[in-house]
Each structure stands twice: as structure tokens, then as C-alpha cells.
């Protein structure tokens, strides 16, 4: 595995990793723990320090327009866009969304949409946290600041996993990459289910 990495990979290996943060639900959660695993990248293995600022990086570039299109599309009233959009906030973030909204001062919406982010786990990181403070009342600067210090943590925190002992943070990518399949696949699961439901309450209304 290591040979394949670093055959194919070696001489641009941080702008894998880069690429890799940009993704959504992956982000630094994953990139991390992928740039320092020795397992896959042998002595192409990225120090620490470029880790974290590569995987840093990568994950925050895509923050400032989701949130400057999230804040477009909260300021319309009615299209497909919105409408689609404002249906799958609702769907996946609305009880995070009204917890920020409803704090009494900018200091802790921008604390609750900083520590969403910290926490690395597959419906957190900056996609979410972006799209979460776009809907509030915070403004532009306000709203990528929490999210930049949430994800300071955020990749400390992973930083800080993958370096507990040696080949850790292999583990740690196993268990991230675990994480986000078990994730997905339940939710593939509950919106199946809930589209049979809703296909049976159809058919029974039309039966009535």
C-alpha cells in the first residue's frame, strides 16, 4: 500500500491531502490522519506541521462561499434552489440552527457555530458549520471566524490523536473512514425507510 502511495502520489502528496480536506463530510477529519499515515505513505510520510496546515487549509477554502451562499439563498424568498436548499437545512441542521439562533449575544452564536465544528465527527466540520452560520443573523466575518476556530480545534484535536503512538494515526483513519460508511449507510437506510413509509401512507390514502 505504502508503495502505491508513494510511487503514484510522492511528489505531490500535500496537494492530495489538500484536495482531500476540500471534500465535504472528509475535510480534516480524514486528510489528517491520511497525510501522516506511514502505512500508506512510507518515507513520503508529511511531517506533523505540514499535515495540519495542509489539511487546515484545504478545509477552510470552501467555507467562505458556502457561507456567502448559504446567506444568498437565505435572503430569497422563493425559487427551486431555496426551496431545495431550505428543505435540507431543515432536514439535517434545523435543531442545530435554532440552538445557535436562539443564544442571547453574537459572542456565544459565534462560541455554539465554533465548538459544532470542533467536534470531528461526520455531520460536523466547516460544510456544516458554514452552512449553519450563513442561516443565522451573524454577519460574514463573524460567521467564517467561528468557523475557523472551530476548526482549529478540530484538527488539534485530531492532530493530537494521530501522534499518541506510533502508526496511530493509521488507526485513527481506519476508524474515521469507518465512521463516515457506517454513517452514510445509515442514513441511506432512514431515507429508504421513510420513502417506503411515505409511499404506504399514499397508497393508503388513495385505498380510503
Same mark, same amino acid.
Given at each position: 500500500?505504502?508503495?502505491?502511495?508513494?510511487?503514484?502520489?510522492?511528489?505531490?502528496?500535500?496537494?492530495?491531502?489538500?484536495?482531500?480536506?476540500?471534500?465535504?463530510?472528509?475535510?480534516?477529519?480524514?486528510?489528517?490522519?491520511?497525510?501522516?499515515?506511514?502505512?500508506?505513505?512510507?518515507?513520503?510520510?508529511?511531517?506533523?506541521?505540514?499535515?495540519?496546515?495542509?489539511?487546515?487549509?484545504?478545509?477552510?477554502?470552501?467555507?467562505?462561499?458556502?457561507?456567502?451562499?448559504?446567506?444568498?439563498?437565505?435572503?430569497?424568498?422563493?425559487?427551486?434552489?431555496?426551496?431545495?436548499?431550505?428543505?435540507?437545512?431543515?432536514?439535517?441542521?434545523? $435543531?442545530?440552527?435554532?440552538? *445557535?439562533?436562539?443564544? #442571547?449575544?453574537? /459572542?456565544?452564536?459565534?462560541?455554539?457555530? +465554533?465548538? !459544532? %465544528?470542533?467536534?470531528?465527527?461526520?455531520?460536523?466540520?466547516?460544510?456544516?458549520?458554514?452552512?449553519?452560520?450563513?442561516?443565522?443573523?451573524?454577519?460574514?466575518?463573524?460567521?467564517?471566524?467561528?468557523?475557523?476556530?472551530?476548526?482549529?480545534?478540530?484538527?488539534?484535536?485530531?492532530?493530537?490523536?494521530?501522534?499518541?503512538?506510533? $502508526?496511530?494515526?493509521?488507526? *485513527?483513519?481506519?476508524? #474515521?473512514?469507518? /465512521?463516515?460508511?457506517?454513517?452514510?449507510? +445509515?442514513? !441511506? %437506510?432512514?431515507?429508504?425507510?421513510?420513502?417506503?413509509?411515505?409511499?404506504?401512507?399514499?397508497?393508503?390514502?388513495?385505498?380510503?
Amino acid at each position: 500500500m505504502a508503495n502505491f502511495f508513494a510511487d503514484n502520489f510522492s511528489q505531490c502528496a500535500a496537494l492530495a491531502v489538500f484536495l482531500l480536506a476540500m471534500c465535504p463530510m472528509i475535510e480534516s477529519k480524514i486528510a489528517i490522519p491520511f497525510a501522516l499515515s506511514s502505512v500508506l505513505w512510507g518515507d513520503y510520510t508529511l511531517s506533523p506541521l505540514v499535515a495540519f496546515v495542509v489539511a487546515f487549509a484545504g478545509s477552510m477554502l470552501p467555507s467562505i462561499f458556502i457561507i456567502l451562499l448559504a446567506r444568498f439563498i437565505k435572503n430569497r424568498t422563493s425559487g427551486f434552489v431555496h426551496d431545495k436548499f431550505t428543505t435540507f437545512v431543515s432536514k439535517h441542521y434545523q $435543531n442545530r440552527l435554532e440552538n *445557535v439562533s436562539s443564544k #442571547s449575544s453574537i /459572542l456565544r452564536k459565534c462560541m455554539a457555530v +465554533a465548538t !459544532f %465544528v470542533a467536534v470531528p465527527l461526520p455531520l460536523t466540520g466547516t460544510y456544516a458549520g458554514s452552512i449553519i452560520s450563513g442561516f443565522t443573523n451573524l454577519k460574514i466575518w463573524q460567521c467564517f471566524l467561528s468557523v475557523l476556530i472551530g476548526e482549529l480545534v478540530s484538527c488539534g484535536v485530531i492532530l493530537a490523536l494521530c501522534l499518541l503512538f506510533e $502508526n496511530s494515526a493509521f488507526y *485513527v483513519l481506519l476508524a #474515521s473512514v469507518c /465512521l463516515l460508511l457506517v454513517f452514510l449507510l +445509515a442514513n !441511506f %437506510v432512514v431515507t429508504l425507510v421513510s420513502k417506503i413509509k411515505k409511499k404506504r401512507d399514499v397508497n393508503s390514502s388513495f385505498k380510503d
